[in-house]
């Protein structure tokens, strides 16, 4: 079974700062790995998806991703933090395992400091 | 075009009692999901149906069971309630269930047992 580990249950920037969200995923198969974001009281919504063409993923928002294999990670990056970047953003691995299925690390809350 | 859409969005239940969640997914998309998300964790998968058959079901009692319509809307039923089943139950649609497609939530229904 695939699974993603997402380090640090909390993460706090200063507004302006590097946003780097990290993730890294275990997998038997190539995967298929998305990031995704929730507000409060809302569903998620997709940020980004690697489906193997590029390694760099640009996604909506200024956010990116790299997938190196090497290190079998998925980190979420964003130059400059701003306000209403906070939110819980979960990393997420889609299986075909026991049919088809997303698969969500525990999520990371991103704290905005201004 | 609209999203997709759940109803109702909060709920309050007592144990041992039993509840009906429903969905209507994007215009055009077969595959429906259910998720579990307990405050605090990531989304856990629950039911896949796609074009009305059960394609996957997570680690979940048989007292959750669920079913999808000719015009592919799904409910999601749970018998007995316990406290544990407190958490903001989340639907998602995709065209087909394929691993590079991302898919599209809803903002959930919040369901609260006391």
């Known amino acids: 079974a695939q699974s993603v580990t997402q380090l640090g249950s909390h993460v706090s920037v200063s507004e302006g700062a590097l946003v780097l969200l990290r993730c890294n995923y275990s997998s038997s198969v190539p995967p298929y790995l998305f990031w995704y974001v929730q507000y409060p009281n809302q569903g998620l919504q997709l940020l980004l998806k690697?489906?193997?063409?590029?390694?760099l993923v640009k996604g909506i928002n200024g956010f990116e991703a790299e997938f190196k294999k090497s290190e079998t990670s998925f980190h979420l990056t964003k130059p400059s933090a701003h306000m209403s970047d906070a939110a819980e953003y979960f990393c997420?691995?889609?299986?075909?395992?026991?049919?088809?299925?997303?698969?969500f690390g525990a999520g990371t809350r991103l704290f905005v400091k201004a | 075009d609209a999203g997709v859409t759940q109803s109702p969005t909060h709920l309050i239940k007592t144990r041992g009692q039993h509840v009906t969640l429903r969905c209507s997914p994007i215009?055009?998309?077969?595959?429906v999901s259910w998720y579990q998300q307990v405050l605090g964790q990531g989304p856990q998968f629950i039911f896949q149906?796609?074009?009305?058959?059960?394609?996957g079901r997570g680690n979940f009692p048989d007292r959750f069971s669920a079913r999808q319509f000719p015009n592919y809307s799904s409910e999601l039923n749970v018998n007995a309630l316990l406290l544990g089943d407190s958490a903001l139950y989340l639907c998602?649609?995709?065209?087909?269930?394929?691993?590079?497609?991302?898919?599209?939530f809803g903002d959930g229904t919040r369901l609260s047992i006391l």
């Open positions: 149906y796609y074009e009305k058959e059960e394609r």
């Open positions: 215009s055009g998309h077969k595959s």
């Open positions: 690697y489906t193997s063409a590029a390694t």
């Open positions: 997420a691995v889609s299986e075909r395992s026991g049919g088809f299925k997303t698969i």
């Open positions: 998602a649609s995709s065209p087909e269930p394929i691993r590079n497609q991302p898919q599209h």
